[in-house]
């Protein structure tokens, strides 16, 4: 089954940091741009960062620039998410994110929830 | 950044109801707009890509239009399971954005 399966998720205190996880199955990762797009309880969707499909581009959401850090592992079909300096309005389900042939997401994870406070 | 403005926020409809939901871009975006479907608790859903190109799998009752700053999703006769929340989103430059959501509920 082609799926994106995110972990990593948690509760953690202001100035903390976590690392998100996401792993794919039943595609391989290397032929895709990926994408973190998160969702602040009873808000709407935010997106956060994208990074090409090896690795070498990267773009961050000013909201988060400096802070986070969004990497992969073709090899282990894996993407991350390094959250540093969090902040209260970091709170939010994190969704990883397949973008298709056409500068659109295709596939979503299922998410993992952040709650950043003390 | 570019905006995506979308309207209304919310809307109350009759199943059988045509439904339209506007958003509008802070800046031309040839048509690098696509829309989704979100249902509480769940991931979003794809429905258009290309402002009106229609994924695999989507009810023809769906369809998008529009082009440069203006754009509309249509759902032509809404069904129970269309009560739901939409958003828009460009991918015209490097940082995506959505709109803020349209969330359309049953009278």
């Known amino acids: 089954e082609v799926q994106l399966v995110e972990s990593g998720g948690g509760l953690v205190q202001p100035g903390g940091s976590l690392r998100l996880s996401c792993a794919a199955s039943?595609?391989?990762?290397?032929?895709?741009?990926m994408h973190w797009v998160r969702q602040a309880p009873g808000k709407g969707l935010v997106w956060v960062s994208r990074?090409?499909?090896?690795?070498?581009?990267?773009s961050y959401a000013d909201s988060v620039k400096g802070r986070f850090t969004i990497s992969r592992d073709n090899a282990k079909n894996t993407m991350y998410l390094q959250m540093n300096r969090l902040r209260a309005g970091d709170t939010a389900v994190y969704y990883c994110?397949?973008?298709?042939?056409?500068?659109?997401?295709?596939?979503w994870g299922q998410g993992t929830l952040v709650t950043v406070s003390s | 950044d570019i905006q995506m403005t979308q309207s209304p926020s919310s809307l109350s409809a009759s199943v059988g109801d045509r439904v339209t939901i506007t958003c509008r871009a802070s800046?031309?975006?040839?048509?690098?707009l696509n829309w989704y479907q979100q249902k509480p608790g769940k991931a979003p859903k794809l429905l258009i890509y290309?402002?009106?190109s229609l994924q695999s799998g989507v009810p023809s009752r769906f369809s998008g239009s529009g082009s440069g700053t203006d754009f509309t999703l249509t759902i032509s006769s809404l069904q129970p399971e269309d009560f739901a929340t939409y958003y828009c989103?460009?991918?015209?430059?490097?940082?995506?954005?959505f709109g803020q959501g349209t969330k359309v509920e049953i009278k």
């Open positions: 989103q460009q991918s015209y430059n490097t940082l995506w954005t």
């Open positions: 039943g595609f391989t990762i290397r032929s895709y741009w």
């Open positions: 800046q031309s975006i040839s048509n690098y």
């Open positions: 290309a402002a009106s």
């Open positions: 994110a397949r973008e298709g042939s056409d500068w659109y997401v295709d596939l």
């Open positions: 990074i090409s499909n090896d690795g070498s581009s990267t």
